[in-house]
C-alpha cells in the first residue's frame, strides 16, 4: 500500500521560512516525478512545485519561482519543499504527490495519483 507523509507545515510570520518533507513507503518512484500542491480555501488545487526522479527537470509555479526550491533524496524515498520568504498568500494546504506513471512533464494535479493527506501552512501578515 503507498503512502505519502508530509510533515513541517505550521504557522509562519510573514518573511519567514518553513521546509516541507514528504516521505513514501510502500514504493519506490524510480522516473517518476513527484510533486507539491496547494489549494486555498475557495480556490482550486495548484502545482507548487514538481521535480523528477533525476532531479534534472523540476517545475515552479509562477508565484513560487525564487522563493521555493523543491529537492528529493532518492535514498530516503523522500522529496522536501524548501519555503522562503513566505507571504500571507502562500497560506494553503500543501500536498505531497507521486505521479501515475513515468511521464516525460508532470507539471498538472492530473498527471498525479498518489496523495498524502495534506499540511496546513499558515502565513500572518
Known amino acids: 500500500q503507498v503512502q505519502l507523509a508530509e510533515s513541517g507545515g505550521g504557522l509562519v510570520q510573514a518573511g519567514g521560512s518553513l521546509r516541507l518533507s514528504c516521505a513514501a513507503s510502500g514504493r519506490t518512484f524510480s522516473n517518476y516525478f513527484m510533486g507539491w500542491f496547494r489549494q486555498a480555501p475557495g480556490k482550486e488545487r495548484e502545482a507548487v512545485a514538481t521535480i523528477h526522479w533525476s532531479g534534472g527537470r523540476t517545475y515552479y509555479g509562477d508565484s513560487v519561482k525564487g522563493r521555493f526550491t523543491i529537492s528529493r533524496d532518492n535514498a530516503k524515498n523522500t522529496v522536501y519543499l524548501q519555503m522562503n520568504s513566505l507571504q500571507a498568500e502562500d497560506t494553503a494546504v500543501y500536498y505531497c504527490?507521486?505521479?501515475?506513471?513515468?511521464?516525460?512533464?508532470?507539471?498538472?494535479?492530473?498527471?498525479?495519483?498518489?496523495w498524502g493527506p495534506g499540511t496546513q501552512v499558515t502565513v500572518s501578515s
Open positions: 504527490a507521486a505521479a501515475r506513471a513515468a511521464y516525460t512533464y508532470a507539471y498538472t494535479h492530473d498527471k498525479y495519483g498518489y
